[in-house]
């Protein structure tokens, strides 16, 4: 154990800069060793890993991993300020749902993720509420990478008409007619993957409690009633040209609804212009 404490001190010491540049290319096993840092196996300062004994380790450990999580929290904190408006009267946070988000929130390491959850805690002291505990957690569980995926599939979901729950609509189905009784609908489907959003992607989201599990579809719609499309910047009002077609869709949880607030996204254009020719032939667009 002595032998690969020693190692491990060598190799996570604090790298120059001429191998920080070379860091691409490090082993897996350098890479490994590297991970010593994190359970006190690097030799800082004053303090020698290999002549240490496993208690001192650990306290060391501890300490370490203590001032990152304050440094964290610090940072998350300095992103709320720079959110939080001065001319907006602002209340006391409910000191339960305070104590679990910075409970949470010291273990957010990256930057990115950071600037998520200082913009929750400035919009809880200006507008108490919009983010419940669950929704704290799971944003605690979602990757980088995760959140990017979000972030596609917010860049492609609509607001219908006066709803105010996110839907990501897939294509629509043809239910047929008089004559065509015990015949399947047809379907039409927009091909989500091409734009970046493959099935195994939809899977991640509804793995994470953000999509519902189950492909959803509406009712039969009114070839006398458009229909509107708010996406973002973007209006667009369909009108079915019969009255045999519906929407298939998939529809955000509660926690993904949450999320959407936060996550900041464009209008996928690529999407809309597919999505357009390809509902042309059913819907009259405008």
Known sequence: MVETVTEAAKVAAKPTVKESN?????????????????????????????????????????Q???????????????????????????????????????????QIHNRK??????????NEI?????FSLRTLATLKQ??????QILEKALAMSVLVNNESRLKL???????????????????????LSQFGLPYSNILTLVEAGILHRSELETGLLSSKTPISFSLSDLRLKLTPK??????SYYRFTPIGDELAQLIPFNT????IKAMKALFSRDFKIE
């Open 22 to 62: 070379k860091a691409t290319g490090v082993s897996a096993r350098k890479k490994a060793l590297l991970l010593g840092r994190m359970l006190g196996l690097a030799s800082e300062d004053d303090y020698r890993a290999s002549s240490a004994s496993i208690g001192e380790r650990a306290a060391f450990r501890a």
């Open 64 to 106: 370490k991993q203590a001032c990152q999580y304050q440094e964290n929290l610090e940072t998350i904190y300095k992103i709320a300020i720079s959110h939080t408006p001065s001319d907006v009267t602002g209340v006391d946070l409910d000191p339960d749902w305070a104590h679990q988000f910075f409970k949470l929130a010291e």
């Open 113 to 122: 993720m950071q600037e998520l959850w200082g913009r929750i805690l400035a």
């Open 126 to 130: 200006t507008s108490p509420g919009n």
């Open 142 to 147: 979602l990757t980088h990478k995760e959140a």
């Open 169 to 191: 609509i897939i294509g629509f189905k043809h239910a047929g007619g008089l004559g065509q009784f015990f015949k399947k609908p047809t379907s039409t489907n927009i091909g």
């Open 242 to 247: 019969s009255g045999q077609l519906f929407f």
């Open 268 to 271: 996928d254009k690529d999407y």
